[in-house]
């Protein structure tokens, strides 16, 4: 095994308390968040179970890992949430000055749309 592997290899997890395994080096069982929501699920307020080390930019990274077994399917949206979602982001696009509903996000250094901030009336 090469150093730097051996260096990043603690799957009793004596160094950090937790398991710690090289990158792509981690059993079956595991996953990360990305992948847990990948297959519908989500930790589940479970702790880290174990972790992953490698050398990267900038020095050391890491990834925290979850059982999959502790995992739970991932909450959908109820229909007034979903309401709700839908009145926020039609209220970022629609212009204070003019009132129109724009295909784009007001923004926020212009406080106004394109074309009133252009000073063109809306159309």
Request: net charge positive; charged share 25%; aromatic share 10%.
């Given at each position: ?22 990158w792509q080096g981690a059993p079956d ?71 129109q509903v724009r295909g784009y996000y ?18």
């Amino acid at each position: 095994m090469p150093r730097i592997r051996a260096a990043y290899f603690d799957p009793e997890g004596d160094r950090y308390g937790i398991p710690m395994f090289w990158w792509q080096g981690a059993p079956d069982g595991y996953a990360t968040r990305r992948q847990l929501t990948a297959r519908g699920l989500r930790p589940g307020g479970q702790p880290v179970a174990a972790q992953i080390l490698w050398r990267g930019v900038g020095g050391t990274r890491t990834a925290y890992l979850y059982r999959i077994d502790l995992a739970r399917p991932k909450r959908t949206a109820t229909p007034a949430q979903r309401r709700a979602i839908s009145a926020a982001l039609r209220a970022r696009r629609t212009c204070p000055t003019c009132g129109q509903v724009r295909g784009y996000y007001i923004p926020h250094s212009l406080g106004e749309c394109l074309d009133c901030h252009d000073g063109r009336p809306g159309r």
